[in-house]
């Protein structure tokens, strides 16, 4: 099975560098471009996919529904791709949180899954559902399908150390709408 992953498109809260967990502010016009771009320039691959799984939030349910355009490829909501509650980290910079929050910051970042941000979700719950997630989608899929998940920073990061077993720093190296393709 392919499996290309994609971390929603821009917000203004990306642009700011604020970190966003649960709260949903939409597309920037500059992550609306993204979004067209990448269905631009995967247009003629897409009628390979079987489905789109998309978090429900309407950053990443938009960026979604952009990539897929006019073509026939299914969108599919699941709940386990909705970005984690980050608590009191939830609206500020990674500069921020590592001044005010210094040794959570590294554990959140290292990705401890026994770490819980203040007022937040654990790690460990996160990476639960993703793994049922993934579970699901081996499960669901022929080994000779594509498919697309679009959903947020930290949940491509986890889903890429899973399908990978390689160590990614989710914080920093996962850019807004590109795909990062992996063979299952």
């Known amino acids: 099975m392919k499996i290309a992953l994609i971390r929603h498109a821009q917000t ?4 700011l560098k604020k970190v966003q967990g649960q709260a949903d502010p939409p597309l920037s016009k500059e992550g609306r471009e993204q979004a ?3 269905h631009k320039r995967i247009a003629s691959e897409l009628s390979q996919y079987s489905v789109i799984y998309s978090s429900p939030m309407k950053r990443a349910l938009e960026t979604a529904k952009l990539i897929q355009g006019k073509s026939q490829v299914p969108i599919k909501i699941d709940n ?3 970005s984690r509650n980050l608590g ?3 609206g500020k910079t990674l500069e921020a949180i590592e001044k005010k929050y210094p040794q959570e910051f590294i554990l959140w970042r290292t990705g401890v899954p026994s770490f819980c941000p203040p007022n937040g979700e654990p790690t460990r719950l996160m990476l ?3 793994t049922d997630f993934l579970d699901f989608v081996k499960n669901s899929h022929s080994s ?3 498919i697309m998940i679009v959903t947020h920073r930290e949940s491509v990061g986890a889903l890429m150390r899973m ?3 390689s ?3 989710s914080l920093t190296q996962i850019e807004n709408c590109k795909p990062y393709y992996f063979k299952v």
């Open 88 to 90: 009191l980290f939830s």
């Open 128 to 130: 639960e559902k993703l």
């Open 167 to 169: 160590q990614i720093d």
């Open 163 to 165: 399908l990978s077993n």
């Open 80 to 82: 386990r791709l909705r």
């Open 12 to 15: 203004p809260w990306n642009k």
């Open 144 to 146: 000779d399908e594509s």
């Open 36 to 38: 067209q771009k990448l």
